[in-house]
């Protein structure tokens, strides 16, 4: 295992700059997600780890050695990629143990290493089987597989499970943590799922454009967003943002008095974004009014979508709800200290 040290990271196509000197520190064993929306640059990034694009300028270090002009099989990393990338004609056993093969490693040990993967990932009936006899899941088992038999210093997972379907993804996502936790290998894993990404990392590095919005813990990000950015992109739902006006210690918005968080000071007469999450809206006569647009129930919880001034809030109810399509309601912050307040201009939070 490796620490991964990314320093003023730049990467160029021509004249076209699509990283812009990026700073990642990742830990010993540290499991982090690269979260964006697509052509932010995340797998870019990784790819640059792995060794398959070029540095433009930079550094990166994986332990104590700098690995900018490294091939990828001098890296001591091992990569999984969205599409399993496994060899037809072989079996599971031969797929998992190819890169040990062409490193030349006596063949008792590398069924030796394949077997004890295989035990790690429930694999152990399928050895003999080709991937054309498997299912999305189990190809994805043997792609980690391939990956753990090498035993490297950090694993690279490229959007590994976006071809898989829901309820799957759900089940891998799990999986891979569970393996994370046995291993204890250092991780950087991409995915455009928030929800991926809150649910298995120890660290979430937020991009967009290219570069970095927010590191941090993902509670941390989900509670305190630096911008408006982050706030959006972090939670399902996204988080209500809210067009307003501060005065006398408030903020004015859609007709309604909105409160600041306490203790918070911001000047009378500034244009904010108040940010407030669904699970934070409660029913209150004095809040902002609209019409439901829309009732979507999912069991545990409602999700009601209401209409105002053109726009559209998302407030979500734990208990059953028998509002209707058409019905007005009025909506207000349920907890203050909840609430998120950001400028307007910069989209930066106060």
Same mark, same amino acid.
């Given at each position: 295992?490796?620490?991964?040290?990314?320093?003023?990271?730049?990467?160029?196509?021509?004249?076209?700059?699509?990283?812009?000197?990026?700073?990642?520190?990742?830990?010993?064993?540290?499991?982090?997600?690269?979260?964006?929306?697509?052509?932010?640059?995340?797998?870019?990034?990784?790819?640059?780890?792995? #060794?398959?694009? *070029?540095?433009?300028?930079?550094?990166?270090?994986?332990?104590?050695?700098?690995?900018?002009?490294?091939? &990828?099989?001098?890296?001591?990393?091992?990569?999984?990629?969205?599409?399993?990338?496994?060899? &037809?004609?072989?079996?599971?056993? !031969?797929?998992?143990? $190819?890169?040990?093969?062409?490193? #030349?490693?006596?063949?008792?040990?590398?069924?030796?290493?394949?077997?004890?993967?295989?035990?790690?990932?429930?694999?152990?009936?399928?050895?003999?089987?080709?991937?054309?006899?498997?299912?999305?899941?189990?190809?994805?088992?043997?792609?980690?597989?391939? !990956?753990?038999?090498?035993?490297?210093?950090? $694993?690279? $997972?490229?959007?590994?499970?976006?071809?898989?379907?829901?309820?799957?993804?759900?089940?891998?996502?799990? *999986?891979?943590?569970?393996?994370?936790?046995?291993?204890?290998?250092?991780?950087?894993?991409?995915?455009?799922?928030?929800?991926?990404?809150?649910?298995?990392?120890?660290?979430?590095?937020?991009?967009?454009?290219?570069?970095?919005?927010?590191?941090?813990?993902?509670?941390?990000?989900?509670?305190? +967003?630096?911008?408006?950015?982050?706030?959006?992109?972090?939670?399902?739902?996204?988080?209500?943002?809210?067009?307003?006006?501060?005065?006398?210690?408030?903020?004015?918005?859609?007709? !309604?008095?909105?409160?600041?968080?306490?203790?918070?000071?911001?000047?009378?007469?500034?244009?904010?974004?108040?940010?407030?999450?669904?699970?934070?809206?409660?029913?209150? +006569?004095?809040?902002?009014? #609209?019409?439901?647009?829309?009732?979507? &129930?999912?069991?545990?919880?409602?999700?009601?979508?209401?209409?105002?001034?053109?726009?559209?809030?998302?407030?979500?109810?734990?208990?059953?709800?028998?509002?209707?399509? #058409?019905?007005?309601?009025?909506?207000?912050?349920?907890?203050?200290?909840?609430?998120?307040?950001?400028?307007?201009?910069?989209?930066?939070?106060?």
């Amino acid at each position: 295992m490796a620490e991964v040290t990314i320093r003023a990271l730049k990467k160029n196509y021509g004249g076209l700059q699509v990283v812009h000197g990026l700073d990642v520190d990742i830990a010993d064993g540290e499991f982090v997600v690269l979260v964006g929306p697509s052509g932010c640059g995340k797998s870019t990034l990784l790819r640059m780890i792995a #060794g398959l694009e *070029e540095v433009t300028s930079g550094d990166i270090r994986i332990g104590d050695r700098r690995v900018n002009n490294l091939p &990828p099989s001098e890296r001591d990393i091992a990569m999984v990629f969205q599409n399993y990338a496994l060899y &037809p004609h072989k079996t599971v056993a !031969a797929n998992m143990g $190819f890169p040990l093969k062409m490193r #030349g490693m006596d063949k008792s040990e590398i069924d030796t290493r394949v077997k004890r993967a295989a035990d790690v990932l429930g694999l152990t009936p399928y050895l003999e089987r080709y991937p054309r006899a498997l299912s999305g899941g189990q190809r994805q088992r043997v792609a980690m597989g391939r !990956a753990i038999v090498r035993d490297p210093q950090v $694993f690279l $997972f490229d959007e590994p499970l976006s071809n898989l379907d829901a309820k799957l993804r759900v089940q891998m996502r799990t *999986e891979i943590r569970e393996l994370h936790q046995r291993l204890k290998t250092t991780t950087v894993y991409v995915t455009h799922d928030q929800i991926e990404a809150m649910t298995m990392a120890d660290k979430i590095v937020v991009m967009q454009g290219g570069r970095i919005e927010q590191i941090g813990a993902p509670l941390d990000l989900y509670d305190r +967003p630096a911008n408006i950015f982050v706030a959006s992109f972090i939670g399902s739902p996204s988080m209500n943002m809210i067009d307003g006006v501060v005065q006398n210690g408030a903020v004015q918005a859609g007709g !309604a008095t909105l409160p600041l968080p306490p203790g918070m000071k911001v000047a009378d007469g500034r244009a904010v974004i108040y940010g407030v999450r669904p699970e934070n809206l409660t029913v209150d +006569p004095g809040g902002i009014s #609209g019409t439901i647009a829309v009732v979507e &129930p999912t069991g545990s919880e409602t999700h009601v979508v209401i209409r105002i001034a053109g726009r559209e809030l998302v407030a979500v109810f734990r208990d059953r709800v028998t509002h209707r399509p #058409g019905d007005a309601i009025s909506l207000a912050p349920l907890d203050a200290t909840q609430v998120h307040i950001f400028d307007k201009a910069s989209g930066a939070r106060f």
